[in-house]
């Protein structure tokens, strides 16, 4: 089995900082492209950042200059580092990956559980 899991959400005042992560483990293989996605109540899942095995990374407009990502192929790990916050930032985040098991040749996408993030003073 596979299991992504969170960390790193919590409450922020607007302006502040955060760091996720995202820890995969399990009978993993590879490890295609790592993405971040948030949802908001009332609001549709929205992907805000991607980031390739190889590093490429997009990031949705509302985001661009202010969240970064990185991975750590070695540990299995993607990060979103999110700075300058806003109000508007305040979602539900989820970690999500496409993963090859170990002795499967295509690959599966698996989602973690989530972590919230509340900015408000």
């Known amino acids: 089995q596979v299991q992504l899991v969170e960390s790193g959400g919590g409450l922020v005042q607007p302006g502040g900082s955060l760091r996720l992560s995202c820890a995969a483990s399990?009978?993993?293989?590879?490890?295609?492209?790592m993405n971040w996605y948030r949802q908001a109540p009332g609001n549709q899942r929205e992907l805000v950042a991607s980031?390739?095995?190889?590093?490429?990374?997009n990031f949705a407009d509302s985001v661009k200059g202010r969240f970064t990502i990185c991975r750590d192929n070695a540990k299995n790990t993607v990060y979103l580092q999110m700075n300058t916050l806003k109000p508007e930032d305040t979602a539900v985040y989820y970690c999500?990956?496409?993963?090859?098991?170990?002795?499967?040749?295509?690959?599966?996408?698996?989602w973690g559980k989530g972590t919230l993030v509340t900015v408000s003073s």
């Open positions: 399990g009978n993993i293989f590879s490890i295609n492209a």
């Open positions: 980031i390739t095995t190889g590093g490429s990374t």
């Open positions: 999500n990956a496409r993963i090859v098991q170990m002795g499967v040749d295509y690959a599966t996408r698996y």
